[in-house]
């Protein structure tokens, strides 16, 4: 699957959403997740994140490494949509993501 780490956290650009053949990346309060069971690898969204907040997993780098963690569960509760667009915004992230202080954007 594809990861999107800390660069996406309070900047959420979208880009990548409309790149997204299967509309897999999710949005929460402050940042974008990828569906790792949706996900298909095709790549499309990593070229397009203006801040290259996107990774293969395992090309994602070290200091980013929970970042896999965090897109995986924050599926947890949610399950399986199959679809982004239809779900919306969702009004909470992954405790990770939640703790951190306010990025400068
Ligand atoms: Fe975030 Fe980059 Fe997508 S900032 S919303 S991962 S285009
Ligand atoms: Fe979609 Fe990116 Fe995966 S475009 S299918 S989330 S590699």
Not at 51 to 78: H, M, Q, R, S, T
Request: aromatic share 12%; hydrophobic share 35%; net charge negative.
């Amino acid at each position: 699957t594809y990861v999107i780490a800390l660069p996406c956290v309070d900047l959420k650009d979208r880009a990548c959403v409309d790149e997204c053949p299967v509309d897999c990346i999710y949005e929460g309060e402050r940042m974008l997740y990828i569906h790792p069971d949706e996900c298909v690898d095709c790549g499309a969204c990593e070229p397009v994140c203006p801040v290259e907040a996107i990774y293969y997993e395992d090309d994602l780098p070290g200091e980013w490494a929970e970042y896999y963690k965090a897109n995986v569960e924050f599926f947890d509760e949610i399950g399986s949509p199959g679809g982004a667009a239809k779900v919306g915004v969702y009004n909470f992230d992954h405790p990770i993501i939640a703790a951190l202080p306010p990025q400068e954007t």
